[in-house]
């Protein structure tokens, strides 16, 4: 499985949904948040904006409800639930086996549409945040996936180009955001399914 990735001078990862099996428990704490200020979040939706902040996101939803809600406020209720509830998310064993076998050799980065602080808890809650030489989240960078930036980012950090790296991602406007950064993407979802 390694050979695979022999080729390349770096490699970025997303983390929700790619390194920890965190979307399902992302979507347990969205959806009871939103519910109580009357917004529904289908499950469709949620993980069609799987890569999109949190703020956006919530910003999104209440004007699509005709809501005026605070931002920040809802997004830390909704922070607090999916960290009490965290423990519930696996490392993504298939993922993290590639960022194993390539530790040390190569510079690896993460690359999220989460803030740096919730990517940090995550990945020491699966055992491998110090395995990563940049950690770039959504407060890092000022436009966000499907635009390329965070991606361009951990690149610039772990001083590789662009298209030197490959990229693991989970969702649509992940692998849109890394092709736009001119990355090669391996879509997650497919190495999950064999």
Not at 67 to 91: G, P, R, T, Y
Not at 119 to 131: A, F, R
Not at 154 to 182: L, N
């Amino acid at each position: 499985m390694n050979s695979k990735f022999e080729k390349y001078d770096g490699l970025i990862f997303d983390c929700d949904g790619t390194l920890i099996d965190s979307m399902p428990v992302h979507y347990v704490a969205w959806k009871a948040t939103m519910l109580k200020y009357g917004i529904h979040f289908s499950e469709a939706r949620f993980y069609a904006l799987g890569g999109v902040p949190v703020f956006e996101i919530i910003k999104t939803l209440a004007e699509d409800a005709g809501k005026e809600l605070d931002i920040e406020a809802v997004a830390d209720e909704k922070e607090k639930m999916f960290i009490a509830n965290m423990h519930e998310a696996q490392a993504i064993d298939e993922v993290v086996a590639i960022a194993r076998a390539n530790l040390g050799k190569k510079p690896m980065a993460v690359a999220s549409g989460t803030a740096g602080w919730a990517l940090e808890l995550e990945l020491k809650h699966i055992g491998i945040y110090d395995w990563f030489d940049a950690i770039v989240g959504s407060d890092t960078v000022k436009k966000h996936k499907p635009e390329p930036d965070v991606f361009l980012e951990a690149a610039r950090q772990i001083s590789v180009e662009p298209a030197r790296c490959c990229a693991f991602e989970d969702s649509d406007m992940g692998i849109q955001a890394a092709q736009a950064a001119g990355m090669d993407v391996v879509d997650v979802r497919e190495l999950r399914k064999g």
